[in-house]
């Protein structure tokens, strides 16, 4: 079974501070995914990455970077954060030759920024 | 860009009736290749089944979906639901099965009772 682990769990955040999510897999996919969890929206794709030293635009990346420093770890920061980020994160990993692209997620991570 | 449709917000029956939970996509590629993923509460969203072959139904754990290009949809269905199917469903499309990106729908809740 693919190994996805974020860190921290759960996070409080002040409006314009700056906020890291960390996301480990052991699986070793290429393939690395940050999505926001919101009701009513589903899962919307924020960064992507397909390699080591890449990062993608997804479809709602404005206020968010990402960084993929190595293959098993690939961060979401939030450099100035706001309430209207406050969500439930979920990195996922994935590969598209081994699996056909199914992505296997992390526990997700609840942040609020107050 | 891509887009996933799930008409249903919230599905409420009662246990024994059927299942029929709605997708539609839009794609601009000839082979998407289409996925059903369910996230029971407090857990993480994992993959239910996937399938990228026109008109060939795609069977697991008693559910089933049949992907129908003609149409762009990719229902779920089961012959009989369980207390234990209440989650959320989301339907999501990758463009092939070598996408790199997968999009996910809004999700539908479904609440099955006794």
């Known amino acids: 079974e693919a190994a996805v682990t974020q860190s921290p769990r759960n996070k409080v955040a002040v409006t314009g501070g700056k906020v890291t999510l960390s996301c480990n897999q052991t699986?070793?996919?290429?393939?690395m995914y940050w999505y926001r969890q919101d009701t009513g929206h589903g899962l919307r794709l924020i960064h992507y990455?397909?390699?080591?030293?890449?990062?993608e635009k997804g479809d709602i990346p404005d206020g968010y970077k990402a960084s993929r420093p190595s293959q098993e770890n690939f961060s979401l920061i939030l450099e100035l954060a706001t309430p209207s980020q406050t969500s439930v994160y979920f990195c996922?990993?994935?590969?598209?030759?081994?699996?056909?692209?199914?992505?296997?997620f992390g526990a997700g991570t609840r942040l609020s920024v107050l | 860009g891509d887009s996933v449709t799930q008409t249903e917000g919230l599905v409420t029956l009662t246990e024994g009736l059927p299942v029929m939970l709605n997708c539609t996509y839009q794609?601009?590629?000839?082979?998407?290749?289409l996925f059903w993923y369910v996230q029971h509460l407090n857990e993480s969203p994992r993959l239910l089944l996937k399938?990228?072959?026109?008109?060939k139904r795609t069977e697991h754990q008693g559910f089933h979906a049949t992907l129908h290009k003609s149409s762009s949809s990719f229902h779920l269905q089961k012959s009989s639901a369980q207390l234990s199917d209440s989650a959320l469903y989301y339907c999501?499309?990758?463009?092939?099965?070598?996408?790199?990106?997968?999009?996910f729908g809004t999700g539908t809740s479904l609440l099955v009772d006794p």
């Open positions: 996922a990993s994935g590969d598209a030759t081994t699996s056909q692209n199914t992505l296997y």
């Open positions: 699986n070793n996919h290429n393939n």
């Open positions: 990455s397909y390699g080591a030293g890449s990062t």
């Open positions: 794609t601009i590629y000839s082979n998407p290749f």
């Open positions: 399938s990228f072959t026109d008109n």
């Open positions: 999501a499309l990758s463009e092939s099965n070598m996408g790199y990106k997968l999009t």
